[in-house]
């Protein structure tokens, strides 16, 4: 009989091994199924039961596939089960090994709303790495057929959410330089831009709409007036900048980037406290960073909406599961790219032509796909460490 290399037996120890060394309050009984579901919802790759029963059928082929699928049921929805404690502890041990390879010491934080249908509304913040965006914080509320639907907007949440992550980063290292990027659903929340840089003095780019009233001096001969970004003059296939406009009545000092290009149908707008020759490029970040995440915890990679979860704790969990594999797989896919020699046989192409075909989300999960129970043997570390890509 063949050697096999990476079973689910020994995935289950070194998962349980790692995450009992994360969360030491995890009883036994909690780890043993965690580190069996874990897998089975990477294997997977999707947040329907069924799908994720299918690589347990084989571990429990004593028991009915439907009592599987009623273990699945109460090990989420179980009140002392908490992965979100979990997840975020899992967040610490990353940042405590991460080292961003920049001379700058930029880090990039991209924010946004995720919606699972009308169930449930998701907060998310995301580092990026590379091309690709790494959930390092997220908030989970009601959606929109709740009537308490509305707390993931709210000024405080969102607030509070940035002032962890920014003590979390600086913990790490004060040195780190932070700017938070955001669509323009944030563009008009000024009480938010003034909490970044007065009271957290971090950077930010957000984009914006056009019908800011500023206070604008046309000429240097003429008097300063109120009109709207909108009017201001701009090139018609180039960025214009602006520094130190006066937004609103209150006169909030800020940059303005009016961004315009063949590929732009309308001007983009961007409000910043940094450069404005800087903002387009660093806004371009966000694309690549949190849009990714939610891709692939969707359409491309878990299909988050085919799950029939009604309860928000036990969603809450299986979204903290999810986000712990999507971090798992980024982390083996940053190995990959970082130890490219190690793994040149491993029978799939990442690059063409030097460019990524391959995202690290994608290149991670291949790889731990590849090694699962795998006559050959491939090296895959269980450690959940980070590289900045």
Request: charged share 20%; hydrophobic share 35%; aromatic share 20%.
């Amino acid at each position: 009989m063949r050697k096999l290399y990476n079973t689910f037996y020994d995935c289950v120890n070194n998962f349980d091994t790692f995450f009992y060394k994360i969360d030491n309050s995890l009883t036994k009984n909690q780890r043993n199924f965690l580190s069996d579901f874990f897998i089975a919802i990477t294997y997977s790759t999707s947040c329907n039961f069924n799908k994720i029963a299918i690589p347990l059928a084989h571990k429990y082929s004593s028991i009915k596939f439907d009592s599987i699928l009623k273990r699945i049921s109460r090990f989420l929805n179980n009140d002392k089960n908490n992965f979100h404690h979990l997840f975020d502890n899992i967040i610490k041990y990353i940042f405590s090994n991460y080292k961003v390879s920049h001379e700058d010491n930029r880090i990039f934080i991209s924010f946004d709303h995720m919606f699972v249908k009308d169930k449930f509304t998701i907060f998310m913040l995301s580092l990026k790495v590379g091309r690709q965006g790494f959930p390092i914080y997220f908030k989970v509320f009601d959606g929109k057929n709740s009537p308490n639907h509305g707390g993931a907007f709210k000024l405080k949440n969102i607030k509070s959410s940035l002032f962890y992550i920014h003590n979390l980063i600086k913990s790490f290292n004060s040195n780190y330089n932070i700017v938070f990027l955001a669509d323009r659903w944030f563009g008009n929340y000024f009480p938010l831009f003034n909490f970044i840089n007065n009271i957290l003095h971090d950077s930010f780019v957000f984009r914006c709409k056009d019908n800011f009233k500023i206070f604008y001096q046309p000429t240097s001969e003429s008097h300063k007036i109120w009109t709207t970004i909108h009017d201001l003059p701009s090139m018609k296939y180039h960025s214009t900048f602006y520094s130190n406009l006066e937004f609103t009545k209150k006169k909030l000092i800020y940059n303005l980037t009016i961004c315009k290009s063949d590929s732009h149908k309308e001007r983009w707008f961007l409000i910043s406290n940094i450069d404005p020759t800087r903002a387009k490029k660093f806004y371009a970040y966000r694309f690549g960073g949190i849009e990714t995440i939610f891709k692939n915890q969707k359409s491309n990679g878990f299909y988050l909406e085919k799950t029939g979860i009604k309860s928000l704790h036990a969603f809450d969990n299986l979204y903290s599961l999810t986000c712990i594999s999507l971090c798992y797989c980024i982390g083996l896919g940053t190995s990959v790219s970082k130890n490219s020699k190690v793994y040149k046989n491993i029978g799939f192409r990442t690059t063409k032509n030097h460019k990524r075909i391959l995202s690290l989300f994608h290149t991670g999960l291949r790889l731990f796909l590849l090694a699962f129970n795998s006559p050959k043997y491939y090296k895959i570390p269980f450690n959940f460490i980070l590289y900045d890509s």
